[in-house]
């Protein structure tokens, strides 16, 4: 079975500061790995996604994440977080049948 | 073109009654989903349409939750005598033959009194 890890609920950030969300998983098939941003009472976007190739994926409003298979981990950082990016972020893994397993999420709350 | 699209945004309902929540997926996507989010729980999956098999209805929490796919496309989440534990936001996806994103709804917030 699929399961994911977020291990921090909260992360309070100053403007312009560095943020990293930690997210570890387990699965027993092709690993597939998504982070997905919910902005105040919206529904989910897809913030990035590891299919294969490169570890190394990004999207197109600054944020990164690396696949790591020996650690079992898909961690989230942007160097430099705006106001803007105070949201919930959730990573997920591809189940069987294509379904997302979902970790708790973290909440990104950004201070001026 | 068109997102997901689901009605309606907010249900409030009495304990007891019976609630359907709608899913219009984008066109031609063939894959549907319904997830529940809810404070206690977290995001959880609770059924998938692929095509014409047959659902997998493995997250469904009780015999009270069902759900169907009419055509292939449009979808119906149906939870009868409802219960103060049901309020959640209720979020419906789809996703193409092809791909292996899902593209979400923006949810129906569900609140049982």
């Known amino acids: 079975a699929q399961s994911v890890t977020q291990l921090d609920s909260q992360v309070p950030v100053f403007e312009e500061a560095p943020v990293e969300l930690r997210c570890n998983y387990s699965?027993?098939?092709?690993?597939?790995l998504f982070w997905y941003v919910q902005y105040p009472n919206q529904g989910l976007q897809l913030l990035l996604k590891?299919?294969?190739?490169?570890?190394l994926v990004e999207s197109i409003n600054g944020f990164e994440a690396e696949f790591n298979k020996s650690q079992t981990s898909f961690h989230l950082r942007k160097p430099s977080v705006h106001i803007s990016d105070t949201a919930e972020y959730f990573c997920?893994?591809?189940?069987?049948?294509?379904?997302?397993?979902f970790g708790g999420g973290t909440r990104v709350l950004v201070k001026p | 073109g068109a997102g997901v699209s689901q009605s309606p945004s907010n249900k409030v309902t009495e304990k007891g009654k019976d609630v359907e929540l709608r899913c219009d997926p984008i066109s031609g996507h063939t894959a549907l989903y319904w997830y529940r989010q809810s404070l206690g729980q977290g995001l959880e999956f609770l059924i998938y349409f692929q095509g014409n098999s047959a659902p997998d209805k493995s997250g469904l929490p009780s015999d009270r939750f069902s759900a169907e796919r009419t055509g292939g496309s449009v979808s119906t989440l149906t939870i009868q005598r409802t219960q103060q534990e049901d309020s959640a936001v209720y979020l419906c996806a789809s996703r193409g033959r092809t791909d292996y994103e899902q593209y979400f709804g923006p949810g129906t917030r569900l609140t049982v009194t």
């Open positions: 997920a893994v591809r189940a069987a049948g294509n379904k997302l397993t």
């Open positions: 699965s027993s098939v092709s690993v597939y």
């Open positions: 590891y299919l294969s190739g490169s570890t």
